[in-house]
C-alpha cells in the first residue's frame, strides 16, 4: 500500500511558475511509474504529464507539452512537476497517480493523492 501526498499547489498569476510535489510513503515507491492528472470543475480528468521509474523517459499532453517539466527524486520518494509559463485555463485540482510496471503510460493505476489546488489568476 502505498500513499501520495500532492503539495506546492496555490494562486499564481498568468505567466508565473509554480512546482507541484508527490510524496509517498515508502521507498518501493521507485519501482513504480508516476503519472500527473488534473480536473477543472466541470470538465473531465486529463492527463497531464508522467515519468518512468529510472527518471529517463517522460511523457505529457500537447496542452502543457514545453510549459511542463515531470521529474523525479527516488531518495526522497518524490515525483515533481515544474510549471512554467501559467495560464488561466491551468487551473484545476492536479493530482498524482502510481503504477507498477515499466510503462511510462501504464493503461490504468494503482494509487492515486487527494490532489493539490492550482489557480492562475489573469
Known amino acids: 500500500q502505498v500513499q501520495l501526498v500532492e503539495s506546492g499547489g496555490g494562486l499564481v498569476q498568468a505567466g508565473g511558475s509554480l512546482t507541484l510535489s508527490c510524496a509517498a510513503s515508502?521507498?518501493?515507491?521507485?519501482?513504480?511509474?508516476v503519472g500527473w492528472f488534473r480536473q477543472a470543475p466541470g470538465k473531465e480528468r486529463e492527463f497531464v504529464a508522467g515519468i518512468n521509474w529510472s527518471g529517463d523517459s517522460t511523457v505529457y499532453a500537447d496542452s502543457v507539452k514545453g510549459r511542463f517539466t515531470v521529474s523525479r527524486d527516488n531518495a526522497k520518494n518524490t515525483v515533481y512537476l515544474q510549471m512554467n509559463s501559467l495560464k488561466p485555463e491551468d487551473t484545476a485540482l492536479y493530482c498524482c497517480?502510481?503504477?507498477?510496471?515499466?510503462?511510462?503510460?501504464?493503461?490504468?493505476?494503482?494509487?492515486w493523492g487527494q490532489g493539490t489546488q492550482v489557480t492562475v489568476s489573469s
Open positions: 497517480a502510481a503504477a507498477g510496471g515499466l510503462r511510462v503510460r501504464p493503461t490504468s493505476y494503482d494509487y
Open positions: 515508502r521507498r518501493t515507491f521507485s519501482s513504480y511509474v
